[in-house]
């Protein structure tokens, strides 16, 4: 059983450089999110989305965009990298409660992306 | 963005010592989750609880949410090498949604043989 996939599982960029993390999940759950996951500030959500085509702002969105074209996959992306966004990402699925689920959160196992 | 607060944020205890974490917070939450993250992996789902007062039991493991839905804990017996990891606690917004989950900066645990 897949669950939540996340690719790339490293990848090292230098500032300025971008790049798109992959999310895809074979649950068929309607909502999706990216976390960012640093020490001593726990796991801050980035962007969630609750359905194909729609996405909204979490905490901390500034230098991040994403998309959800097909409900199965969730990009996140970096236009032009910076050392502050040196973390490990994690993505995550649920089916919610109002469609019959519990709300649990299914996570990947995180991408971790160093911006040199 | 409703905080959630978790404390200790460090926790080192020998192999079968009990132990309290907790999770607080000034804002009502619908209803609470415990996950449990290894290193190197995604947090995963250990309880839910949705009453206030509600306690849960998953073998040496006790979770409780408050009364007024502000606060949980979770309370480990006889810890073994096993429980090591970080615990987080999370929740959705008072509304009941699960669009926005927000989670706590976690206790880590270390359980040593």
């Known amino acids: 059983n897949a669950g939540v996939t996340q690719t790339p599982k490293f990848r090292v960029l230098k500032t300025g450089q971008s790049m798109t993390l992959l999310c895809a999940q074979d649950?068929?759950?309607?909502?999706m999110y990216w976390y960012r996951q640093d020490p001593g500030m726990g796991l801050r959500l980035i962007h969630y989305?609750?359905?194909?085509?729609?996405?909204a702002k979490g905490e901390v969105p500034d230098g991040y965009n994403v998309s959800r074209l097909k409900k199965q996959n969730f990009l996140l992306g970096l236009e032009s990298a910076a050392p502050s966004q040196t973390s490990v990402y994690f993505c995550a699925s649920t089916k919610p409660r109002l469609a019959g689920g519990t709300g649990e959160l299914f996570f990947g196992e995180g991408s971790r992306l160093t911006v040199l | 963005t409703q905080l959630l607060e978790q404390s200790p944020q460090f926790l080192s205890i020998q192999e079968g010592e009990n132990l309290t974490v907790y999770c607080n917070s000034s804002s009502v939450f619908s209803s609470l989750q415990w996950y449990r993250q290894e290193p190197g992996e995604g947090p995963v789902l250990l309880v839910t609880v949705v009453t206030g007062g509600e306690v849960k039991k998953l073998k040496r493991l006790t979770f409780q949410f408050g009364d007024a839905r502000k606060d949980s804990s979770l309370h480990i017996t006889a810890a073994q090498p096993g429980d090591t990891g970080l615990y987080l606690c999370a929740g959705p917004p008072n509304s009941g949604g699960y669009q926005k989950v927000t989670f706590g900066i976690g206790t880590k645990l270390q359980v040593i043989p």
């Open positions: 989305s609750v359905g194909e085509g729609t996405t």
């Open positions: 649950m068929n759950h309607e909502y």
